[in-house]
């Protein structure tokens, strides 16, 4: 399994983080990173935040940490707690924020932390912290303790597909497509891409199709490819579907390159995305400097959640030094839960937009570890890893998720910064969980949710 995981890390992520760094694509989009890639103040002026009233008790260790970013709405609650000033209202007054050209490049950077010139942590895919902590996806498999502080965001994903592929019924359910990937498989596969293997993105498509009755390993080809290359691809017409964040699928309509077939909030709703996770030696040595860096991101997520402040959210993503959008409008109508889908179909429900701090369900910012589990379930659902994660009712996987996630940092940081009780959650699990196809998640009973889907590679 060490070899397995080294062999797709190192060969696959160094292509992926090769091909972001040199590929100048689709001026005007996330593919297209400015020169400076730190971050910074945008076209749209921050407000200013006086420092908070910080007793010696929770004043930070340091101000200074250096987190990075995908440009991708997940993103959204760094850079804004960075440009409005949240973080230096709670003492973090020198947070660099680094934009990172790969998943691949962001996993290399926090391998070698800010002091080697990389990254103390940031946002990530999911489990992406629980395999970095294991070594399984880092250099020689050395094994670098990450925390999970909380989640940023829940939904803002989808399955895009080339536009040659319309009216063919390749939608969110998959019946009558089915015919065609077999097809297609005879000759040229249809092919699927997404950012990082194993983690949240490769997880949706897989799960997509898999309730569709088609075996991602079987009968489609799947790639790992930078975002920006997709994009590309699917122009020339070499790609024929991508999991894609926002803004991504309102730039692939407008530019009549593809369609959405389905969205991630389709899939299952309210469901976990990106999660800020940091160097567990970093969080060690400064503790309080930790929970001021969760302040500012919970306040950011209850800014974010106003949805009268979404404009103004726009246009600071769409800065140059962020996500380097032609438009903010690329932004603007997905973030109302506005959707072109671009087959005909058009989404106007505002539950279906991106959330940041609170949902139907609850908390989003909170990191419940029942979330984090479901993940580590899904690598030994596809053979990731191995079976012994989930045996005597996922023991091994509970012990990692134990390491890993640190929601009491959360509750401690929450209850300084005055979060009513109210919306700090009392249990670490968020209970049965339910997607579009009918099938339940317990985390009480992972093993009952394997049996029950009909497309896996582990033997349950």
Known sequence: MTEFFNQISRRKFIFTAGVSASAVLLKGCLGNPPENLTGGSTKAQPTAQSVANISSEQAPETTTVKLGYIPIVEAAPLIIAKEKGFF???GMTDVGLSKQASW??????????SAGGGIDGGQWQMPMPHLISEGLITKG???IPMYVLCQLVTHGNGIAIANKHQGKGISLQLAGAKSLFKELKSS????????FPHVNQDLWIRYWLAAGGLDPDADVKLLTVPAAQTVANMKTGTMDAFSTGDPWPYRLVQDKIGYVAALTAEIWKNHPEEYLAMRGDWVDKNPKATKAILKGIMEAQQWLDNFDNRKEAAQILAGRNYFNLSSPEILADPYQGKYDMGDGRKIDDKSMAAY?????KGSVSYPYKSHDLWFIVENVRWGFLPKDYIDNNAAKAKELIN???????WKEAAKEAGIAAADIPTNTSRGVEEF?????????KPEEYLKNLKIKKVSV
């Open 88 to 90: 230096a209202k709670y």
């Open 104 to 113: 691949g490049a962001a996993r290399d950077n926090v391998e070698i932390g």
């Open 141 to 143: 498999n050395q094994k």
């Open 188 to 195: 040229t596969p249809f092919t699927a891409a997404f950012t």
């Open 356 to 360: 940041y701090w609170k949902d139907e």
């Open 403 to 409: 390491k890993v996630n640190r929601e009491d940092i």
């Open 436 to 444: 579009f196809d009918g099938i339940k998640f317990d985390p009480e």
